[in-house]
């Protein structure tokens, strides 16, 4: 294995597959309807990476140091067979884990598929426990029972416990972390809050409308008792808590308040095979045309780009000379 390094000295240990721009939701933090209307056109077929090519690039990767993969879209449950793909990249020598993140509207038809398949874990997207603000916030009728009957199947299905991640906004569902919470206590699964982040150029994105970790957490603090709790690994995105009376634990993602890049070991591969090396690029490196026409070469091109990584993007936010316009998140996945 080279242990390949960037700029900053820091490995490259995860990488995030997106298999699909398509998804069944439109949330107007990532996918606003207002852009990805009916007359939006998505990736033909033959521009996704198949998913032999897929497995190739993150049989590369594990040879530099990733050793987690996360599956991502769009909605990868929208991506037909992709129990094949888990499969595969199961196989590579290196990889410890696959995982999935999903809005779970899926996951009550194929959480036994995935684990037959291999999926090592699950992250569910779950921003409101009503059903009033959730549709708004989905913006595609999905309710919040067919997430929570999606949670219990992956459960049941022995992806446990389930991950869930909630997108805070302020004045919109900042009044439900308390609830959110609660609900979650004691059920041996994970609830986290993300800051929302401006990702891409389409979702409208106000520094007034984040909600502060340290608001969360205080929050949370006030009616059930927190201690932090050390990471898991290096790199790790979410600020780890247990709660006091031995009820679990829940994690804040701090991107905008607490950037993390210093840590960051992850890359990005996009539905079309444009790895990115920031969740806020501006541009990618073509991997698709490589492995098509150099695939030998596939290697080199990808430790390059890795060596050449300086990014920062969340420490250095509120400079005018970043990049823009920057990829949206749902080629990416977040």
Known sequence: ?????????????DLRISVTDRCNFRCTYCMPRETFGRDYVFLPRDQLLRFEEITEVARVFAGLGVNRLRLTGGEPLMRKGIEQLIGWLKEIDGIDEVMMT????????DAEMLVAAGLDRVTVSLDSLSDEVFMAMNDAGFSVATVLEGIAAAAAAGLDPVKVNAVVKRGVNDGEVVALAEHFRGTGHIMRFIEYMDVGTTNGWRLNDVVPAREIVATINGKFPLEPVDPNHKGEVARR????????????????????CRDCTRARLSAEGQLYTCLFAGKGTDLREVIRTEPDKLGDVISGVWSARSDRYSERRSEASLPFPKVEMSYIGG
């Open 1 to 13: 294995m080279t242990d390949v390094r960037d700029q900053l000295k820091r490995p490259v240990r």
């Open 102 to 109: 999903t809005n779970g509207s899926l996951l009550v038809r």
């Open 241 to 260: 808590y247990r709660y006091k009376d031995g009820a679990g634990e829940m994690g804040v993602i701090t991107s905008v308040s607490q950037p993390f």
